[in-house]
Nanobody
Framework: QVQLVESGGGLVQAGGSLRLSCAASGLTFSRYPMGWFRQAPGKQRELVAVIGNIGVTTYADSVKGRFSISRDNAKNTVTLQMNSLKPEDTAVYYC???????????????????WGQGTQVTVSS
């Protein structure tokens, strides 16, 4: 059974930093591009960042230069380092695992294989 478990969310002031982690189990982690999505109240889920199984990355324009995604294939974890946080970054953040990188970047998110349960990030102004 595949499990993706996010951690690291919380409340932070604007300009601050948070580090989200996602621990994966039940899948051959190194074969999966891993992504972070977010969904704010009343808005659609959106891709924040994705990292391929060999380290290629793509970021949403809104987070470029502020967020950094990384992975540790030995520990089956993917991390999202979030710096210079803004109130508009407030959302539930979800970890995702899916075998095709192109589906992430081309918006075919209905095909995502696995989702985590989400972790709340709240940025106060």
């Amino acid at each position: 059974q595949v499990q993706l478990v996010e951690s690291g969310g919380g409340l932070v002031q604007a300009g601050g930093s948070l580090r989200l982690s996602c621990a994966a189990s039940g899948l051959t982690f190194s074969r999966y591009p891993m992504g972070w999505f977010r969904q704010a109240p009343g808005k659609q889920r959106e891709l924040v960042a994705v990292i391929g199984n060999i380290g290629v990355t793509t970021y949403a324009d809104s987070v470029k230069g502020r967020f950094s995604i990384s992975r540790d294939n030995a520990k089956n974890t993917v991390t999202l380092q979030m710096n210079s946080l803004k109130p508009e970054d407030t959302a539930v953040y979800y970890c995702a695992a899916h075998q095709r990188y192109s589906d992430y970047v081309q918006g075919r998110w209905n095909l995502i294989d696995y989702w985590g349960q989400g972790t709340q990030v709240t940025v106060s102004s």
